[in-house]
């Protein structure tokens, strides 16, 4: 069984102004998400959910990075990363979760991109037109705040009760004019005056 796709839909964002002010460059913001059967749906509570993450995950996962690097145009283009899966009302966030936490669907994306650090992720659950939200950071470095954005958008008819939208965010750059440090700024600072350095 391969993942029953209803439908697939693709976001850009091209930023050029923040701020009141021009980007060096434009930014692209992207996403590609898959609206998907849940193949859980309907079956009660089913305890292993591993035969049908093996058999949707790979497949979802190699079509959704084709399409974001079609849509930064290489994956070199690609500085920041995240995914995100929401389900319908009658499934469960554990179904969501399992389309999306497993190297099957992520390994695809992360060495499409050349990426070292782990994907960033939302699970949730939702109805038609709810929220999807990928929250990114950059692909080799995760304290790099720069690369801390968040892909927000929403599908008219999706998910259905019994669908689950499984989607993969990315990023051509940082924020248009980042100005708060990174974390190892903040790291220097602390022990420079005695403070807490815990990382949060």
């Not at 839909?9 to 091209?14: G, P």
């Not at 990075?65 to 995914?83: N, P």
């Amino acid at each position: 069984m391969t993942a029953e796709i209803r439908k697939f839909v693709d976001y850009v964002e091209e930023v050029h102004f923040e701020g009141g002010r021009a980007t060096e460059q434009p930014i692209l913001m992207i996403a590609a998400a898959a609206v998907i059967r849940n193949p859980w749906a309907g079956r009660g509570f089913v305890e292993n959910l591993r035969p049908e993450v093996s058999d949707c995950a790979p497949g979802l996962g190699e079509a959704l990075t084709a399409r974001v690097l079609r849509l930064a145009g290489s994956g070199d283009a690609v500085e920041a990363y995240g995914k995100s899966a929401v389900v319908g009302a009658n499934g469960e966030i554990e179904h969501a979760s399992a389309m999306i936490h497993t190297l099957r669907f992520g390994n695809y994306f992360r060495r499409a991109v050349g990426a070292e650090t782990y994907l960033s992720f939302t699970n949730t659950r939702g109805g038609l037109c709810a929220p999807i939200q990928i929250p990114l950071m950059h692909k080799n470095d995760a304290g790099q705040r720069s690369h801390y954005l968040t892909v927000d958008f929403r599908i008219a008819d999706a998910p259905a009760a019994d669908e689950i939208v499984v989607a993969l965010g990315a990023a051509t750059g940082g924020r248009a004019h980042p100005r708060i440090g990174n974390r190892y700024q903040d790291i220097e600072e602390m022990k420079t005056a005695g403070e807490d350095t815990v990382v949060s």
